[in-house]
């Protein structure tokens, strides 16, 4: 698990920007199909009542080709957004922090953005896609190397289940 504490600050630095984003439409592209809300009860129940979940329902369903496609095209445009919104070019960023659920993707945004591999920091390779705590745990890493040092501006990047997307902008 990661988590990023947050406090009051009278220095120079803060999160300056956030722009977040989701499309329910495509949920089913996306998805752990554990509680189906369309239905009554959300689990199947055996005649006692007593909800049971199979093994099959608790993993993660994907098209990965349209995955690819809106992921590329959601963590590009709200990270134009923040950084339009503050007046940010992509070279005034030290460090660009994706979510670390694929490194294809990852590596095609950054493409894309042209921006140069020493700024786009992994962990990945290491640790898998570790859902929500892939962002934390590489900006803890990073501050751990000394990658991250205060007074940086950095990017945060993320698609996720659900279709859901964001971007932050922060002084560190």
């Known amino acids: ?20 984003g989701a499309d329910g439409r495509h949920a089913e592209v996306l998805c752990q199909k554990v509680w189906d809300i369309r239905q009554r009860p959300f689990i199947p129940v055996d005649e006692d009542g007593r909800g049971s979940v199979a093994p099959e329902m608790l993993w993660a369903h994907m098209d990965g080709r349209k995955v690819f496609k809106n992921a590329v095209m959601m963590m590009i445009g709200s990270l134009m957004q923040v ?9 005034d960023i030290d460090l660009f922090f994706f979510h670390q ?3 294809r993707i990852n590596q095609y945004v950054a ?7 020493e700024k786009v920091p992994h962990n990945i390779q290491r640790n898998g896609n570790t859902t929500a705590a892939t962002i934390p745990t590489l ?6 190397s000394g990658t991250l040092k205060p007074g940086m501006k950095i ?3 993320a698609f996720g289940s659900g279709f859901t997307w964001g971007a932050a902008l922060i002084d560190w």
């Not at 900006?139 to 751990?144: G, N, P, R, S, T």
């Open 1 to 20: 698990a990661g988590a990023v504490v947050v406090s009051a600050t009278n220095e120079d630095r803060g999160i300056r920007r956030i722009a977040l």
């Open 83 to 91: 950084c339009g919104d503050e007046q940010v070019e992509f070279d």
């Open 101 to 103: 659920a694929n490194m």
């Open 111 to 117: 493409e894309q953005l042209g921006l140069p591999p």
């Open 139 to 144: 900006l803890a890493e990073c501050v751990e």
């Open 155 to 157: 990017a945060l990047v």
